[in-house]
């Protein structure tokens, strides 16, 4: 295991050990990089990862959003679609998940435990996929993101499910492990017949709906926040 590695592992060994005794999270399966190396199949397989909390810091963008076109419209925590919308409403809906997936991912910040992961099932021939309930209008430039800030030239296109559940691209995808910061990521995940694997979301993120890490008894990866 290379020095990034043992780093890496060491990070999250301590993590988990302050977050455990800060938040008594007790019963918690806590998984290391390095425990997460160790239990991967030795064959290079498909992963599968969200994007928003998990892979890249946004709410940036969702806190632009929700200052210019308001809490409704954005909801960046809550599953509104646009038919739950008044008419007047819709035009600025498709408005901000356009200006979302094409201007305001150029605010963003990768998570580190996203760019060690990744490092991780590059260096083992992994095939990688995103998928995101974000709403899709037409465009995008969030797969072209996800290629420049981590490496990733011959990365598919995202897919977008439209605040959808994640079951049916999932058992499109196969992928042996999911990871995600939502319980719907983790729900989708299991119903799917996947590993899911909870990167926790940062406690600085405007996404404002309940989190049960741990609480479908998926592994937790220690220092994810980050």
Do not use: C
Request: charged residues 25%; aromatic residues 10%.
């Amino acid at each position: 295991m290379n020095r990034r590695l043992v780093f890496a592992a060491l990070f999250a060994s301590l993590a988990s050990a302050a977050f455990g005794q800060s938040n008594g999270a007790a019963g918690i399966k806590w998984i290391s990089l390095h425990d997460l190396e160790r239990s991967l199949p030795k064959e290079p397989v498909r992963v599968v990862f969200d994007v928003d909390d998990t892979a890249l810091f946004t709410s940036g963008g969702f806190q632009w959003g929700t200052a210019t076109y308001g809490p409704r419209i954005v909801s960046a925590g809550v599953s509104v679609r646009e038919e739950d919308l008044a008419d007047g409403d819709k035009a600025k809906f498709r408005d901000f998940w356009t200006k979302m997936n094409n201007e305001l991912d150029q605010y963003s910040v990768k998570k580190w435990i996203a760019v060690e992961l990744i490092r991780l099932h590059k260096s083992r021939g992994d095939s990688i996929f995103f998928v995101t309930k974000r709403i899709y209008t037409g465009s995008e430039k969030l797969t072209a993101t996800l290629k420049r800030v981590f490496d990733l030239p011959d990365l598919a296109p995202v897919v977008f499910t439209n605040r959808e559940a994640k079951v049916a691209a999932f058992k499109k995808i196969g992928p042996t492990v999911s990871y995600g910061d939502s319980d719907g990521d983790i729900r989708d995940s299991i119903a799917a017949g996947v590993r899911p694997i909870r990167v926790m979301r940062a406690r600085t993120s405007v996404n404002v709906d309940p989190v049960h890490n741990g609480g479908f008894g998926e592994e937790v990866l220690a220092g994810s926040e980050f």
